[in-house]
């Protein structure tokens, strides 16, 4: 694994909140992968991730180039995702407004314009919103899509989380659970249930009810509380808070759900363990309603975001311990604390296969994959970006993503997809040491 602190002028030297890839960019047409990134600066920017082959062309070309910048918020942009069946990008941040972005082509933009001021000197591409999605009462988190890029869904301060139809800008239901901020929400790969995390020290899990109809109707809810996890029962006989209270210092709590929809990754767990208190629990699919399944531990801060590869991958054919998941494919899972980012493979139990720490002088906010699992981007407060790659010699083949699965009317009892061990996975360190040797490189 290799890692490098890319130092260009991101967000005029404010902090960056987000970042996301776009998983439907064109690469055979243009090489390299489209992400944006979200920045206190109350921009939201384009960029293009230039192939190893065109940096391996021209050492001298910088490895990132600038595409466009959206200037639209009037706070700063917490969240950026792309949807993950098209190229169209939400944005949300302290404005408390979500931006539904689209792309469009130089001769669409010149003709009608009267927002000529919008545009940024240097600008690739052009993007202008196609949708804005109004009626948070507070700064939003975190944003997520449904599988079919129909629906969003996001967490604010006002303590709630609330689903937007984003074909045509309304709220459809408002998710008022938590007693505290909503600080991060996954959705489903395959659209049955929502995951939301607050500093209540909670995680909600809703199923989605509304199945597979296309148009939701005004007072029906559609999604219902299927789960709440607050705490589990130690050896002692005693329970234990399972995520940091609200002295967290952090403004996100980014859970994140497999490829393949099995495991639920979560943040800012705790734990009390001799093998360090800071904990990434995860969740089985069909063991939503009961403890987690696995622990990842010897994290030295709090974590405040997890991101799955969107990829899967070719299994390496050696034994490295027991499997996450029984009879399931290689998945990879980034889990970032507030100072380090931990790599895990679903095929290798008990340690991290890499650790990047030291990257950056303030706290990680974000952190995105391209859609081949080859390249991981990470963004801080400090202003800066690091881009970690995986050495071809030891990186998996990704296995070609499966089409987006229909949406279908969830059954009464969780689908029993996966066999997982129900003890938890040691980890061998509890000190700030790192999990697993590192090797750290410009690319």
């Known amino acids: 694994m290799r890692v490098k602190t890319v130092q260009i002028n991101w967000h005029d030297k404010q902090p960056i909140f987000s970042v996301d890839f776009d998983h439907n960019y064109d690469n055979a047409q243009h090489g390299g992968w489209r992400f944006a990134t979200g920045g206190g600066d109350n921009n939201v920017r384009m960029w293009r991730l230039r192939s190893p082959a065109e940096r391996e062309a021209d050492p001298n070309v910088p ?3 600038f595409l466009a910048s959206l200037n639209r918020h009037t706070a700063p942009v917490n969240v950026v995702r792309f949807s993950p069946c098209s190229s169209r990008l939400a944005s949300a941040g302290d404005d408390g407004v979500i931006i539904i972005w689209r792309q469009v082509d130089d001769a669409h ?6 927002d000529q001021l919008d545009d940024v000197a240097g600008d690739v591409e052009t993007w202008r919103p196609a949708a804005m999605l109004r009626g948070s009462l507070a700064d939003i988190c975190d944003l997520a899509w449904s599988p079919d890029g129909a629906f969003v869904v996001s967490a604010s301060v006002d303590n709630t989380a609330r689903i937007w139809d984003a074909r045509d800008a309304r709220c459809v239901q408002v998710l008022a659970d938590h007693s505290h901020y909503v600080q991060g929400v996954a959705w489903d790969p395959r659209g049955e249930f929502i995951a939301t995390q607050g500093s209540d020290r909670s995680l ?18 559609v999604a219902k509380l299927a789960a709440s996890h607050y705490s589990m029962p130690t050896s002692e006989g005693r329970r234990q808070r399972l995520f940091h209270d609200d002295n967290l210092v952090s403004f996100f709590r980014r859970p994140s759900v497999s490829p393949d929809g099995r495991l639920l990754a979560t943040a800012a767990g705790v734990q009390r363990a001799a093998n360090g208190r800071n904990v990434c629990y995860v969740w089985a699919r069909d063991q939503l309603r009961s403890e987690p399944v696995l622990r990842l531990g010897g994290l030295a801060k709090p974590v405040v975001a997890t991101r799955w590869a969107p990829c899967e991958f070719e299994a ?15 998945m990879m899972l980034a889990v970032a604390s507030q100072s380090a980012v931990s790599v895990y493979d679903t095929e290798v139990a008990g340690r991290a296969v890499g650790v990047m720490d030291g990257l950056h002088y303030a706290a990680i906010t974000d952190l995105a994959w391209t859609s081949d699992g080859s390249h991981l981007l990470i963004v801080s407060i400090d202003g800066f970006a690091s881009v970690a ?3 071809h010699s030891a990186r998996a083949l990704p296995l070609r993503r499966a089409a987006p699965l229909p949406e279908t009317q969830p059954s009464a009892q969780p689908e029993p997809t996966v066999a997982i061990p129900a003890q938890s996975v040691p980890n061998k360190s509890g000190s700030r040491k790192r999990l697993a040797p590192t090797l750290l490189s410009t690319l």
């Open 204 to 221: 909600r899990v809703y199923r989605w009810v509304a199945g597979a109809a296309r148009e939701v109707r005004t007072g029906v809810d």
């Open 63 to 65: 490895a990132v180039e």
């Open 109 to 114: 933009n010149q003709a009608g314009r009267t």
């Open 389 to 391: 790659s995986l050495d």
């Open 316 to 330: 390496r054919g050696e034994t490295c311990g027991d499997a996450w998941v029984a009879s399931a494919p290689r």
